[in-house]
């Protein structure tokens, strides 16, 4: 069999999971969910589970691209984690996250995966309990590993 220069050994295991979201999709006749594509309205949703959170994007103290996802998803890690948030919003969060996990296009998940989740995997933090599915298993694979 001829070796396939596009395919990167590193990139497998997203690769995998790209083409199980694929098939989930097709399974259930999904043609095409793209939850918050838009950055802003990402930054919107969030502020509502997270109060502050906008203020703190568009703020100093904000040391990411609020232009993409990633950046919103890797800002919203660090606030969450400089700042004491509400017991009660953890489960408000935790099915935000476990939306775009599970029903968004690839990059939106990639995004919500690599940039929050991988940030804040730890056995014992409070987002953890409130995690299902594509997002829990994320988390799982990265618990312990920072």
Same mark, same amino acid.
């Given at each position: 069999?001829?070796?396939?220069?596009?395919?990167?050994?590193?990139?497998?295991?997203?690769?995998?999971?790209?083409?199980?979201?694929?098939?989930?999709?097709?399974?259930?006749?999904?043609?095409?969910?793209?939850?918050?594509? $838009?950055?802003? =309205?990402?930054? /919107?949703?969030?502020?509502?589970? *997270?109060?502050?959170? !906008? %203020?703190?994007?568009?703020?100093?103290?904000?040391?990411?691209?609020?232009?993409?996802?990633?950046?919103?998803?890797?800002?919203?890690?660090?606030?969450?984690?400089?700042?004491?948030?509400?017991?009660?919003?953890?489960?408000?969060?935790?099915?935000?996250?476990?939306?775009?996990?599970?029903?968004? $296009?690839?990059? =939106?998940?990639? /995004?919500?995966?690599?940039?929050? *989740?991988?940030?804040? !995997? %730890?056995?014992?933090?409070?987002?953890?309990?409130?995690?299902?599915?594509?997002?829990?298993?994320?988390?799982?694979?990265?618990?312990?590993?920072?």
């Amino acid at each position: 069999m001829p070796r396939r220069s596009w395919l990167r050994p590193h990139l497998l295991p997203a690769v995998l999971r790209s083409r199980r979201r694929l098939a989930f999709a097709a399974e259930r006749q999904i043609v095409s969910r793209t939850l918050f594509m $838009d950055p802003n =309205a990402l930054v /919107a949703d969030l502020e509502r589970v *997270l109060p502050g959170f !906008a %203020d703190y994007v568009a703020s100093a103290d904000n040391l990411f691209d609020s232009d993409n996802l990633s950046g919103v998803f890797a800002a919203c890690s660090h606030f969450v984690t400089e700042r004491v948030i509400a017991a009660d919003s953890w489960p408000s969060l935790a099915a935000v996250i476990n939306r775009v996990v599970s029903e968004s $296009d690839a990059g =939106a998940s990639n /995004a919500a995966c690599t940039c929050f *989740l991988e940030n804040l !995997a %730890d056995p014992h933090h409070p987002l953890r309990p409130f995690l299902e599915g594509e997002a829990l298993s994320y988390w799982k694979d990265y618990e312990g590993a920072g």
